[in-house]
């Protein structure tokens, strides 16, 4: 089975656009877990668990586990949630962008050590930096185009043959390096207008989406910017919103990260 084959399954059988997030940060985590010396991964496997039937994918950023020498627990988690829910896409968040044997390593990372379904990566440095990827037929591979932070438009919007340079990534990605069927493009909640430009450029190639939740982007205007025709075609991420939805000392943190991702769920399903 293939990303996208996983990726259509989900969103059918899970009836989700909703991807969540899982960037452990020790300062937030509940207090009982602190100082345990597998604390990152119960505290993800807890929340992978509570969350698990309203989401279409679960997107661990590589950074949380790396800075605290804790990428023993990723791979845990990265386990737990291939075996416990092999239908639910593994998106490993690492935004690499190296060339030639450099980026043979990171997808071997990616893809062998880590066994993600898909990587992000950044499209800086031309194919060569992304073909060591796509090696991995049934592998994903998302590039970064628009992203959801301000200063993205500090390069993404240079003119670039009339177009903007998020637009030209877009095009170039869906025309000519999804040879395969295996890419997707990340563009930010943040700014829909953008978001419904890159769709009407990709067609139905899929779309991670954050800056939903704590980032403010607006969930009517992202769906109905990035939606397919079938109503799918988005992987819609929520990070902190979920993982630390508790509000008040001692509230138990997986039944608020679930409430709240079963309300950022169904919030999305209203507009597909």
């Not at 190296?98 to 990616?110: K, P």
């Not at 003119?159 to 930010?188: F, I, M, S």
Request: charged share 25%.
């Amino acid at each position: 089975m293939t990303f996208i084959d996983k990726l259509n399954g989900a969103w059918k059988t899970r009836n989700s656009l909703l991807c969540v997030g899982l960037d452990p940060d020790v300062k937030k985590i509940p207090e009982e877990l602190r100082g345990k010396s597998d604390a990152i991964f119960e505290f993800c496997r807890a929340i992978v668990d509570a969350t698990a039937d309203a989401a279409c994918a679960f997107k661990p950023q590589i950074a949380y586990f790396a800075a605290l020498g804790a990428e023993d627990q990723l791979e845990q988690i990265c386990a737990y949630i291939r075996r416990h829910y092999p239908d639910i896409p593994l998106v490993l968040d690492a935004k690499r962008g190296d060339i030639g044997a450099t980026a043979e390593q990171y997808a071997r990372e990616a893809f062998e050590r880590y066994n993600a379904d898909v990587v992000t990566v950044s499209p800086y440095m031309g194919w060569d930096s992304v073909a060591p990827y796509l090696e991995y037929k049934d592998r994903g591979v998302i590039v970064l185009c628009r992203t959801s932070n301000a200063g993205g438009s500090d390069l993404q919007f240079l003119d670039v043959a009339g177009r903007p340079l998020y637009q030209h990534v877009a095009r170039l990605v869906a025309e000519k390096w999804n040879t395969n069927g295996q890419c997707g493009l990340v563009v930010g909640a943040t700014f829909p207008q953008e978001l419904a430009q890159v769709r009407a450029i990709i067609g139905d190639m899929p779309l991670l989406v954050p800056g939903v939740g704590a980032q403010g982007g607006d969930v009517e205007a992202t769906v109905k910017a990035g939606r397919t025709a079938a109503g799918t075609g988005m992987m819609i991420n929520s990070s902190r919103a979920i993982l630390y939805a508790a509000r008040e000392p001692g509230e138990d943190y997986t039944a608020a990260a679930r409430r709240v991702a079963l309300e950022t769920r169904d919030a999305i399903n209203k507009y597909r």
